[in-house]
């Protein structure tokens, strides 16, 4: 260190109020860091009641332009809230933002610790740290990178819809991408919708068709995204369009095919195992786009080679048994991800019977069963197929709170069971129970939806079922289904006895979420959904830029959380498009060629495909472009030929050093 | 010594997409947890060089511990796999080093474990107590020209004043 | 991710002071109890085969247990109908350790003597006499004290029931005994030393 | 090799010494050696676990530290014993759990000269075994004189399935090892909803109202079901039915008669043994009427799977058990 230039640092010390100060004995720290860091090349250490304030970011200008630093450091929170201020205090100062560092001595020490003494102890030896790691920081240059003004939508639920929209009314090119035959989501396949009662399909439909015919949104159902490269700005989308066996230039979606397939096939996905659908198929009558697709495993012409009637029969041609998979390159600024939910599989609560019972059916089955275009045109029927159920017992929380399950709470199972008592009752005039561990109707209009099905009759009982069984153990019990529970509120068990059981199953993340986030860069929840940015204050961004989320892909939520989600997601895209370009951290690794000795260790250990071996030179070289920074070619580099800006060994080395309070052996 | 007295130092490698956010997650809840660990945050896991791990533990950490995201869950795709191969490797030079490979601790945390960052740090804490302290680096005369005394108030009270005596 | 119950006080997750009696119970419960977690869905009264003749739900128990209410508690039949069946232990959504909270408040009960019937206390003490007498249960030796304290009159319609037991050699007259009675005895007399002091 | 070491329990030389008769009998034609733990001591039941922790837990240790010095080759302790099975298992999960409580229990095991270290053995119960390492097709070769014939419901019994601290089973609630295994043999299997429910387990002693009661539930369902005999694992789920049902029935004023032997008895008649053999005829409710059933000159057919009628109604969701893979496939 001898031979360089010493370093004039700035330490300042922040109290949060309390929330620093509290704990730790701040002013001690900043004389502490004057007189034993002055010999690091500490100059000037302040304490100040909040560093982020106007005031306090003055204080650091002022000092700057006047004591003439080179190296700030500000002991205060995490970098993740406050390094973006501060790097902009000293950018406003003329100092490089990139020679300021955070020491966080809130999360990291008051918040979590509550001897002041040792507290005290350890902010010194964090601020230490921090000071000697700045002083090996360098000056860095944003990197500027153009928007591409198209963005891709993968989803089309009601979320992934309205993000679409937005965008596209807006001017800006979007490519919707969704997995099934049609656009829709779940919302399609509901009834109505609470608590206002609208029909889900009136309110739907017209959004629907809106995004079919947009002239700036490119539909692409029947696909999956299966690669992306690049980077906010500048991605590169590989998409997958499945053969759909129907050319959908020549198709008019007259439905003829449909009628005439002669294989008839349980609809798992649509009507919830509940009804059926034609090998040849579009998933409900008003699906976007109206093109059916063909269920190759399940295709009489695909298993036995013969059959053909769909072709025989279509007007148009349309049908086209040789069409094989594309694959679509698509370049995009900005994706929104709306992959959605799965439904918790009730069968796993095997003490509900679902399954095994035949009268015990999953929310979804009976959104079916209630839809007047499902499979009992609205009749609310037992399994048979015809009788009207006489009681109904809704269970709440299935598979939802519960340790053996899903930890959290679905969010629309309670309002799901209120909506289904009203049904129930409106249509059967049954006699129906509702089942609840913790009634939760937040949210506008909601309280009162449950107001009113409490005043239809319905009765509640405060319990988490134990089981359905149908081991009767009297003749009242007789070839029902007994829903055995605590009454908690009356302290007693009960056994009811009821015809038809409806469970409320939970929400759960995509069985594919974890692979859609490692294709897309994001990370999953411990619950598996995709993780916000920030929970509260960047609910739809993530960690990754250009990447955002909405919808039941960030956690549980009902329709009007899904489209404001939606449309705030399209904010912040249309936000980074209207920016033209966007300044990337300049934190990249590079080779000195100079001293790589063409090991070709590091070659294999970047996932990005930033690495490339020059053959000619036998020596690696790094693209700026393509790298995202995370060093880990830096740590194995053999000869130390692999630098990282920003996290440097130097700066890392100084750090632990720092830390250590080894830096004050060399004074 | 008496390892109950014994305040271990350790150093902490924090990855900056999860476990540096569990531990601010942590903080944000006010969990409590020991306050023997400094965090050094790297943009990955797979940042951190083994050399830095013998750096620490020469300038006079007790125990280091390197965090990152699940496997599967990694920022960057895959690097934290490339950590846990060094770990292990590193574990083995530790014990031909003659030092305890325990010293040496890898935890998964994403960033909403913040419970789990602070369980696990605790439990370090008390198995590098256990272990006692390493004087690696410290013992052999060389740069005796610390400020004891002032150390004795900022850093470790018990074990350096005992080192010292 | 659960902790344990220590683990969290220690790490200053749970303080002491707010868990008293709940927390005494839990500290005394083998594994860990999750106790604390409790949010009163009454799966475990709903899932109990024997509810119909408990005093209390076991969810009611652990409401009194919260609110201190330890004499309540431990007077309460509940936890000697306890069958063992598991029920509500793998059902229950907190996973709570139902099942050895329940032996647990029983072991309580026996040292505060508070419990209302004696039937079930005793039989247990006479099962443990035996086992520790002997190493082996004897089913003999149980039946014969238990039913003459407890079920006298019960005797004459069990009589039949007993003699083909033991017509058809599902009983035997003597006990049987394991060979290093000693070494277990030293290693019952030294646990139990250990739970005093714990 | 099948080797295995055997932690038979109190009750197996006594009210269950026809679980051990016949058990004995399938050892040989399924080539399983079951090495006795030497001096093994009572598990305490469930009437330990209610007085004293640690010595609770320390009179179940010591089976287990006993068993290790016998590990020759094997680690697996197996219990035909619901109630020993799940004190055995829960030990050694508890004293991982819980370090502290594990230390206590070591501390106590040394003053006997014994020391176990929780996770050493693998606890198992013995359908498990037979299910899961013989296998149901190893089981199905053996027989040559099929149950088919003989209505049988399956009675897991509580302690076996629950709490499964090591993910042993198919379920908590509806586990169908016993279901698979029965059909093997050829029984009639009935669908039996209470196969798991509770039998009143100690509450014969101290509270037999209580325990009559239950008693009543699964003899009721299962007379109602039409089965001839339940079939079951645990010597304290058949001394419980078997030896209770009359006082039960003289309780409510009832007159059932479900004979209820161990699936080891009927595992020994499919394979062909003596019923004398068996320990068939010392259960005190008579099984002789309902194995005149299948009386040995039953033709060895195999009844072809029916077809799957064909549903008018609307169509059921698939079974779900948790690990598909490992098991038969349940229809």
Not at chain 1, 249 to 269: A, R, W
Not at chain 1, 308 to 331: R, S
Not at chain 1, 523 to 550: N, Q, R
Not at chain 2, 66 to 89: D, S
Request: aromatic share 8%; net charge neutral; with cysteine.
């Amino acid at each position: 260190m001898s031979e360089k230039k010493q370093e004039r640092v700035g330490v300042y010390v922040c109290h949060c109020g309390t929330n620093i100060a509290g704990t730790v004995d701040v002013v001690d720290v900043a004389k502490w860091a004057q007189e034993k860091l002055g010999p690091q090349g500490v100059v000037i250490a302040r304490e100040y009641k909040f560093m982020c304030s106007s005031l306090g970011q003055e204080l650091i200008e002022k000092d700057i332009k006047e004591l003439g630093l080179t190296r700030v450091v500000v002991a205060a929170c995490s970098p993740h809230l406050h390094e973006k201020t501060f790097r902009t205090a000293a950018k406003n100062a003329g100092l490089n933002p990139y020679l300021v560092e955070l020491a966080s001595i809130r999360e990291q020490v008051s918040w979590v610790h509550t001897d002041k003494a040792v507290a005290t102890a350890k902010s010194k030896a964090v601020v230490s740290g921090a000071v000697s790691r700045v002083i090996e920081n360098r000056a860095l240059d944003e990197i500027k990178v153009p928007i591409n003004p198209n963005t891709l939508v993968v989803g089309g639920g009601i979320a992934g819809i309205q993000s679409a929209l937005e965008i596209a009314n807006a001017g800006f090119h979007v490519y919707l991408v969704e997995r099934e035959p049609s656009i829709g989501g779940h919302m399609a396949q509901f009834d109505k919708t609470f608590p206002t009662l609208d029909c889900s399909a009136c309110i739907l439909t017209p959004r629907m068709v809106e995004a079919g015919t947009h002239p700036n949104i490119t539909l692409l159902t029947w696909s999956e995204v299966t690669n992306v490269a690049g980077y906010v700005g500048n991605f590169h989308v590989t998409i997958k369009k499945k053969a759909r066996f129907v050319n959908e230039e020549l198709c008019t979606g007259c439905g003829i095919c449909q009628e005439k397939c002669p294989k008839k096939v349980i609809d798992d996905v649509y009507e919830a195992g509940l009804g059926y659908r034609k090998a040849v198929y579009t998933p409900f009558a008003q699906a976007v786009p109206n093109f059916p697709v063909m269920d190759k495993e399940n295709c009489t012409y695909f298993i036995k080679g013969t059959c053909k009637a769909c072709e025989k029969f279509c007007p148009t041609n349309a049908i086209d048994f040789t069409q094989q998979d594309q694959t679509l390159n698509v370049d995009v600024g900005n994706i929104v991800l709306a992959t959605g939910y799965d439904l918790f599989d009730a069968r796993r609560v095997s003490n509900y019977g679902y399954g095994r019972l035949p009268n015990v059916f999953t929310s979804i089955e009976f959104e079916r069963l209630s839809n007047a275009a499902g499979p009992t045109n609205g009749n609310i029927v037992m399994r048979d197929g015809k009788t009207t159920p006489k009681s109904v017992g809704i269970i709440h929380c299935v598979g939802s709170r519960d340790k053996n399950f899903n930890n959290y709470c679905s969010v629309i199972c309670c309002m799901q069971g209120l909506k289904f008592a009203h049904l129930v009752h409106e249509r059967t005039g049954a006699t129906v129970y509702n089942f609840y561990i913790d009634m939760r109707t937040a949210y506008k209009a909601y309280d009162e939806f449950y107001q009113r099905v409490l005043e239809e009759g319905t009765l509640f009982v405060r319990g988490k079922v134990a089981e359905v069984t149908d081991a009767a153990r009297n003749e009242r019990e007789k070839g029902k289904l007994i829903i055995q529970t605590e009454d908690t509120l009356a302290g007693k068990q009960r056994r009811i006895p009821v015809d038809m059981v409806i469970l409320s199953s939970g929400l759960q993340p995509r069985h594919d979420a974890k692979d859609v986030g490692k294709l897309f860069g994001i990370s999953c929840s411990m619950d598996g959904w995709f993780t916000e940015k920030h929970p509260k204050l960047d609910p739809v961004a993530t960690m990754t830029e250009g990447i955002y989320i909405v919808g039941c892909a960030q956690g549980p939520k009902d329709i009007p959380s899904s489209v404001a989600q939606g449309a705030a997601a399209s904010a912040r895209v249309l936000d980074k498009i209207l920016q033209k370009e966007i300044a990337l951290e300049p934190i990249k690794a590079s080779v000195n060629q100079e001293m790589c000795s063409g090991c070709r260790i590091c070659n294999g250990l970047c996932p990005f495909n930033a690495i490339a071996f020059i053959e000619d030179d036998k020596v690696t070289e790094i693209n700026p472009a393509l790298c995202q920074g995370c060093g880990t070619c830096v740590a194995a580099c053999p000869a130390g030929a692999i630098s990282g800006t920003g996290f440097s060994n130097e700066q890392i080395i100084a750090q632990i050093d720092g830390l250590l309070l080894k830096n004050l052996e060399l004074a | 010594m008496n390892n109950d007295t014994f305040e271990p130092t350790i150093i902490g490698f924090t990855c900056n997409w999860c476990s540096y956010r569990a531990s601010d997650l942590a903080g944000t809840a006010r969990m409590k947890y020991a306050p023997n660990v400094r965090l050094i945050r790297l943009m990955c896991s797979g940042r951190l060089d083994p050399t830095f791990v013998l750096r620490a533990l020469s300038s006079g950490a007790d125990g280091v511990m390197i965090t990152g995201c699940h496997p599967g869950e990694c920022h960057y795709i895959e690097q934290n796999y490339k950590a846990l191969r060094r770990f292990l490797l590193l574990r083995r030079v530790l014990k031909g080093m003659g030092i305890e490979p325990e010293r040496v601790k890898l935890v998964w945390a994403s960033a909403a474990e913040g419970a789990k960052f602070a369980a696990e740090t605790t439990t370090f804490v008390e198995e590098i107590r256990k272990l006692g302290p390493l004087n690696w680096g410290k013992t052999d005369g060389g740069s005796q020209t610390v400020d004891r005394e002032e150390l004795s108030t900022v850093h470790r009270p018990s074990s350096e004043m005992e080192a010292i005596a | 991710m659960p902790q344990m119950t220590d683990e969290r006080i220690r790490a200053g997750l749970t303080r002491e002071e707010d868990l008293s009696l709940l927390h005494e119970v839990s500290m005394k419960t083998a594994g860990v109890s999750h106790l604390e977690m409790c949010i009163q869905c009454g799966t475990c009264g709903g899932s109990c085969p024997v509810a119909m003749d408990m005093e209390h739900t076991p969810r009611m128990l652990f409401a009194m247990l919260r609110a201190g209410m330890r004499e309540e508690v431990l007077r309460s039949n509940t936890p000697w109908l306890c069958v063992s069946c598991y029920h509500c232990v793998v059902r229950c959504p907190q996973e709570v350790h139902i099942a050895d909270v329940m032996y647990t408040l029983k072991g309580m009960a026996i040292q505060a003597k508070l419990y209302t019937d004696s039937t079930a206390p005793h039989f247990s003490q006479t099962f443990v006499d035996m086992v520790e007498a002997y190493g082996r249960s004897y089913e003999m030796g149980l039946a014969s004290r238990h039913y003459l304290r407890h079920f006298p009159l019960r005797l004459p319609s069990m009589m039949p029931m007993g003699l083909g037991m033991i017509t058809k050699g599902r009983m035997t007259i003597t006990p049987k005994k394991i060979k290093h009675l000693d070494q277990l005895k030293s290693i019952l007399r030294r646990a139990k030393q250990l739970e005093l002091t714990s | 090799m099948n080797k295995y070491l055997l932690y038979p329990g109190c009750s197996m030389d006594s009210s269950a010494k026809a679980y051990m008769e016949s058990l004995n009998e399938i050892l040989e034609p399924l080539d399983l050696h079951l090495e006795e733990i030497e001096d093994w001591n009572c598990c305490g039941a469930t009437e330990y676990l209610g007085i004293n922790l640690i010595p609770a837990y320390s009179l179940i240790a010591r089976n287990l530290a006993l068993a290790t010095k016998q590990m020759d080759g094997t680690r697996t302790v197996v219990a035909p014993c619901s109630a020993c099975y799940l004190n055995l298992a829960k030990a050694d999960y508890y004293m991982q759990e819980r370090p502290t409580l594990g230390a206590k229990v070591n501390e106590a095991l040394a003053a006997g000269g014994l020391e176990y270290k929780a996770g050493t053995l693998d606890v198992r119960h013995l359908i498990d075994v037979l299910v899961y390492d013989v296998g149901l097709d190893t089981i199905r070769s053996k027989v040559v004189r099929p149950l088919s014939g003989l209505k049988v419901v399956p009675y897991m019994g509580c302690m076996l399935p629950r709490p499964d601290y090591q993910h042993r089973w198919s379920d908590h609630e509806h586990p169908t090892e016993l279901d698979d295994l029965l059909r093997a043999l050829g029984a009639d299997v009935i669908d039996y909803p209470l196969t798991t429910e509770c039998c009143g387990g100690h509450m014969t002693q101290i509270g037999p109202e209580t325990a009559f009661e239950l008693i009543r539930r699964l003899v009721a369902d299962a007379d109602e079901r039409g089965a001839q005999m339940m079939v079951t694992v645990c010597p304290m789920c058949q001394m419980n039915i078997d030896a209770y049902q009359n006082e039960a029935n003289h309780f409510f004023g009832t007159n059932y008669h479900m004979p209820i032997l161990f699936f080891t008895q009927l595992m020994g008649l499919a394979f062909g043994k003596e019923p004398g053999d068996l320990g068939i005829g010392v259960e005190l409710v008579s099984a002789r009427n309902a194995l005149a059933n299948i009386g040995v000159e039953v033709p060895v057919t195999q009844e072809p799977a029916a077809p799957r009628k064909k549903d008018e109604g609307l169509p059921m969701p698939r079974r779900w058990t948790r690990h598909e893979g490992k098991k038969e496939a349940v229809k």
